[in-house]
Nanobody, 114 residues
């Protein structure tokens, strides 16, 4: 099982990025998946999550700016990030849960700076 996160980069404050997390080896269409982030010197924190029915939850700090979605056919989830702020700078990770096992992607760096 492999989760491949991509889409990070350098963006100015107020800009947008879309992260992707493609899963291979197993299908996660009906399983919980989520996005987390870890800023330098900080603990990893929850950003957004989606359960099998498509219901999504968001951290208070990103609600209204970030949107998580999925493409079942591609076994891929996305994180659309708008109105980015410098405090959104972090390595973003995707996570999938299946059968009591957690799978993590390798992370993609998002830097919000002018």
């Amino acid at each position: 099982v492999q989760l491949q996160a991509s889409g990070g980069g350098l963006v100015q404050p107020g800009g947008s990025l879309r992260l992707s997390c493609a899963a291979s080896g197993r299908r996660f269409s009906g399983n919980p998946m989520g996005w987390y982030r870890q800023a330098p010197g900080q603990q990893r924190e929850f950003v957004a999550g989606m359960v099998g029915g498509g219901y999504t939850t968001y951290a208070e700090s990103v609600r209204g700016r970030f949107t998580m979605s999925r493409d079942i056919a591609k076994n891929t989830v996305y994180l659309q990030m708008n109105s980015l702020k410098p405090e959104d700078t972090a390595v973003y990770y995707c996570k999938a849960s299946k059968g009591g096992v957690e799978y993590w992607g390798q992370g993609t760096l998002v830097t919000v700076s002018s």
